[in-house]
């Protein structure tokens, strides 16, 4: 019986102490950044050695850019679009999209017990990244019939890095205030 407590206390989506928030330690967050750094730049890497050992350099070279194009395509407006639309389809819902990702991205871990005030936050924060998303999916729209290639590229990741650099920014600044007002304490996992 007691096994079956810890394994539910010890699950991704919960944590042992009732009022606190669990992130992995320092070393762990950075190994998952930089695993999705790894898979964002070992997709064409892997795709230029493979195509390269098949049929030599010249395919390796179009073959690494092929994957960065098909890519580069999910970034556009359409890509966008969806992933506003699915922020916003979840946002009322009981798993909110903005609670999947800090689960998935940062590892968080919410108490065993889902708190009320913490969900009403996830449900309330998952609206402005549909706003994001559907701000970016009509400036790239806007930028693409309006700006010649290499301008829009530039453009577009200044522009998607900015809007998601001050949506993440303001979505932890709510995120901490929150914590604060419902009493919550975030730390760090045990080694």
Same mark, same amino acid.
């Given at each position: ?16 102490? @009732? ?42 070279? !179009? ?15 359409? @890509? ?5 639309? +699915? ?10 999209? !903005? @609670? ?5 991205? !940062? ?45 829009? +590229? ?24 929150? +914590? ?12």
């Amino acid at each position: 019986m007691a096994d079956a407590a810890q394994a539910r206390d010890d699950g991704p989506g919960s944590c042992t102490g @009732a009022g606190h928030l669990k992130l992995p330690r320092p070393l762990r967050l950075l190994r998952i950044a930089g695993w999705s750094l790894a898979e964002s730049a070992g997709l064409p890497v892997a795709a230029y050695l493979i195509a390269a050992s098949i049929d030599g350099r010249d395919a390796g070279l !179009v073959a690494g850019l092929a994957v960065i194009w098909l890519t580069a395509v999910m970034q556009f407006p359409l @890509a966008n679009l969806c992933m506003g639309a +699915l922020f916003a389809r979840t946002a009322g819902g009981p798993d909110p999209l !903005v @609670a999947r990702l800090a689960a998935e991205v !940062v590892a968080l871990r919410q108490p065993a017990t889902r708190h009320p005030g913490l969900h009403r936050f996830f449900q309330a924060a998952t609206w402005p990244w549909a706003g994001i998303f559907l701000l970016l999916t009509v400036a790239l729209a806007v930028l693409m019939v309006t700006e010649p290639t290499t301008l829009f +590229l530039l453009l577009s990741t200044v522009v998607t890095a900015a809007l998601v650099i001050a949506g993440t920014g303001a979505s932890t600044w709510w995120f901490l205030s929150v +914590l604060r007002s419902l009493g919550l304490r975030v730390r760090f996992a045990p080694a």
